[in-house]
């Protein structure tokens, strides 16, 4: 008998726009321009849509969510309709007025993002100056106000050593759940990758400290998501394609991850205002692309590993090999691994710093 899958969690990526430029940001290179946005009324559909699947959870997101103005009436819709609501921000542009707003409308938890700990390591990873103390005043606001806070903070080569100030603030700051994430390579990270990888020692002594780490505090969790470029085998990216999840993007289409708008030649990109959540979940070619393990060829199809790992990141194999029906390089059984070990001698080689490319704000 098929296995039956349902979504569990939904990111409603409201808008592109965002008053940052980080060197490290996810989403495409030609991003989604305010006029494209789709309406209140649109991203309510979607919302009684993910309702009526059964899905647990909603993640406004972006760009900055906080710049749509209808930001607390779609999350008191949600709210309304017994969705968990999460809003994934980088606190800017806040105001402690509209904290109350959005507890008022039902939010449910706030993940607030960091660059650094230090002010000029901030202002570098986000291409605009004088963004920590801002982030400090949102993160005090938002715990005065009570909502459940996690605290996500994004590492490279350049700020790891500082793991264990970054744990003292989150202590301080009352966090309940800390994400260390390195930087994974997609979207302008890949054009920023050779002075953002980390070496493997970087990674090793980080690994070292956040054990220690999480001794020390052992009320507060702590997520340490390292490159998988280090790994012998790739991530169950998404927890396996078109298992789990589904990404509402600003124009309206469905993607079964946050990248797979990467594979817009090979298949059509569904899209919300033609099909319901329900109908492009179950039957679109996207989805089905790669759902399973029927699609895989060897060495994946010979490997235990096949429904643990899902055949790991499409769209990594995609942007790195061409083609994403391949084996992810980064497993240690891929013809192709030595990309990635080339990868990593580019990047031992280069700096920490300035040659970053930025988006236009």
């Given at each position: 008998m098929a296995e039956t899958l349902r979504p569990l969690s939904l990111l409603a990526e409201i808008t592109h726009r965002c008053p940052l430029a980080c060197a490290y940001c996810a989403n495409p290179i030609a991003l989604n321009k305010q006029k494209e946005e789709k309406p209140t009324s649109f991203w309510k559909k979607i919302i009684d849509q993910a309702s009526a699947l059964?899905?647990?959870?909603?993640?406004f997101s972006g760009g900055e969510p906080l710049l749509r103005p209808d930001l607390e009436e779609l999350i008191q819709y949600a709210h309304e309709r017994d969705l968990y609501t999460n809003l994934i921000t980088s606190g800017l542009p806040c105001t402690r007025e509209r904290l109350e707003g959005l507890y008022d409308a039902g939010l449910d938890h706030i993940q607030l993002s960091f660059q650094d700990i230090e002010e000029a390591g901030a202002d570098m990873l986000s291409g605009v100056s004088r963004t920590l103390e801002r982030k400090l005043k949102t993160a005090r606001w938002i715990k005065e106000l009570g909502f459940p806070l996690t605290l996500n903070f994004v590492l490279h080569k350049g700020n790891l050593s500082r793991i264990p100030q970054m744990l003292k603030l989150s202590?301080?700051?009352?966090?309940?759940?800390?994400?260390?994430?390195n930087v994974q390579y997609h979207g302008w990270a890949t054009l920023n990758r050779k002075h953002?990888?980390?070496?493997r020692q970087q990674?090793?002594?980080?690994?070292k400290i956040v054990l220690a780490e999480r001794e020390k505090s052992p009320a507060m969790v702590i997520d340490w998501v390292t490159p998988d470029f280090y790994s012998a085998y790739p991530k169950p990216c998404m927890g396996g394609w078109a298992r789990k999840f589904l990404n509402v993007t600003p124009a309206g289409k469905v993607l079964p991850c946050h990248g797979a708008e990467a594979f817009k030649e090979k298949v059509p990109l569904p899209d919300a205002e033609d099909a319901s959540l329900k109908d492009i979940w179950e039957d679109s070619e996207l989805f089905n692309l790669y759902r399973g393990t029927g699609w895989m060829k060897k060495p994946c199809t010979d490997c235990p590993r096949a429904e643990i790992d899902w055949g790991g990141c499409r769209c990594q194999a995609l942007a790195l090999l061409g083609d994403g029906d391949l084996a992810d390089p980064v497993c240690r059984h891929s013809s192709s691994r030595e990309i990635i070990n080339d990868l990593i001698t580019e990047a031992n080689g280069a700096d920490a710093s300035a040659n970053f490319r930025y988006r236009k704000i």
């Open positions: 059964d899905m647990l959870h909603i993640h202590r301080e700051l009352e966090a309940g759940r800390v994400e260390l994430a953002l990888l980390p070496s990674i090793e002594k980080a690994s």
